[in-house]
T-cell receptor, first 113, second 111 residues
Framework: DVKVTQSSRYLVKRTGEKVFLECVQD?????MFWYRQDPGLGLRLIYFSYDVKMKEKGDIPEGYSVSREKKERFSLILESASTNQTSMYLCASSGRGLGNTIYFGEGSWLTVV | KQEVTQIPAALSVPEGENLVLNCSFTDSAIYNLQWFRQDPGKGLTSLLLIQSSQREQTSGRLNASLDKSSGRSTLYIAASQPGDSATYLCAVNPGNNDMRFGAGTRLTVKP
């Protein structure tokens, strides 16, 4: 069965902390994505990666960076967490090509205080 | 820029009703459209994927249609059940994997 795993479901961090959100997929997918979801704003793409060490900015990359050293793992990094980054973060993956289903993890709830 | 709209934002129906959820998009140049279900506090689960060359897809009690030229898709749920209560989102793929999501329709099916 397809699986995208986000290691942390709930986190509380302090302003200014460096935060790592980890995502692992077991489907050998080339594409991986990080979204944030906020009430009234829907899902917004932060970054995506189409291959190891490759990344593309999405709509809202400011304040975030990503790392993809291995095909199965895509990390989202908040260099210096701020309260406006309190949100639900969703990782997703899909196979190479444009006609493939996208699969999501369970989400990580981040609260920055 | 592609805009995806879902109306209504919320819908409440009695158990057993057939219902239709609507999704509209502004740019008809899409590669595919996908419908998702999201339970509170959880991630998104893919329900149906329709390629741009297709008109509809069916899975069990769910049927999704796509009219690319008019920029519309509908998700039809037959014989609704309380377990169908969730938020339903549609997303369009413009061809670069930068999927655009609607804000969702929150469905409540009352026993």
């Amino acid at each position: 069965d397809v699986k995208v795993t986000q290691s942390s479901r709930y986190l509380v961090k302090r302003t200014g902390e460096k935060v790592f959100l980890e995502c692992v997929q077991d489907m050998d997918h080339e594409n991986m994505f990080w979204y944030r979801q906020d009430p009234g704003l829907g899902l917004r793409l932060i970054y995506f990666s189409y291959d190891v060490k490759m990344k593309e900015k999405g709509d809202i990359p400011e304040g975030y960076s990503v790392s993809r050293e291995k095909k199965e793992r895509f990390s989202l990094i908040l260099e210096s967490a701020s309260t406006n980054q309190t949100s639900m973060y969703l990782c997703a993956s899909s196979g190479r090509g444009l006609g493939n289903t996208i699969y999501f993890g369970e989400g990580s709830w981040l609260t920055v205080v | 820029k592609q805009e995806v709209t879902q109306i209504p934002a919320a819908l409440s129906v009695p158990e057993g009703e057939n219902l239709v959820l609507n999704c509209s998009f502004t740019d008809s140049a899409i590669y595919n459209l996908q419908w998702f279900r999201q339970d509170p506090g959880k991630g998104l689960t893919s329900l149906l994927l329709i390629q741009s060359s297709q008109r509809e897809q069916t899975s069990g009690r769910l049927n999704a249609s796509l009219d690319k030229s008019s920029g519309r898709s509908t998700l039809y749920i037959a014989a609704s059940q309380p377990g169908d209560s969730a938020t339903y989102l549609c997303a369009v793929n413009p061809g670069n994997n930068d999927m655009r999501f609607g804000a969702g329709t929150r469905l409540t099916v009352k026993p």
